[in-house]
């Protein structure tokens, strides 16, 4: 399980990152915006998140593999 505070940064950094890449490249970049929000969503109702396993499967500090 990780800390809330790392899965926010990573969900921050994606969505500003998929912005300033859908201004820059594509608009299809904004398709990656919405997956990130979507996954904020369910995860909030099912407390699963995919990124915190993959987290924890890396070893990164605040999280450990379930």
């Known amino acids: 399980?990780?800390?809330d505070a790392v899965i926010r940064r990573f969900a921050g950094?994606?969505?500003l990152l998929s912005l300033a890449l859908a201004v820059v490249d594509s608009r299809w970049w904004l398709a990656f915006t919405a997956f990130?929000?979507?996954?904020?969503?369910?995860?909030?109702?099912?407390?699963?998140?995919p990124l915190e396993r993959v987290l924890g499967r890396?070893?990164?500090?605040g999280c450990r593999p379930r």
Do not use: E, I, P, R
């Open 36 to 49: 990130v929000g979507l996954n904020l969503l369910q995860s909030s109702f099912t407390k699963f998140c």
């Open 58 to 61: 890396f070893g990164l500090a």
């Open 1 to 3: 399980m990780c800390d």
């Open 13 to 15: 950094t994606f969505v």
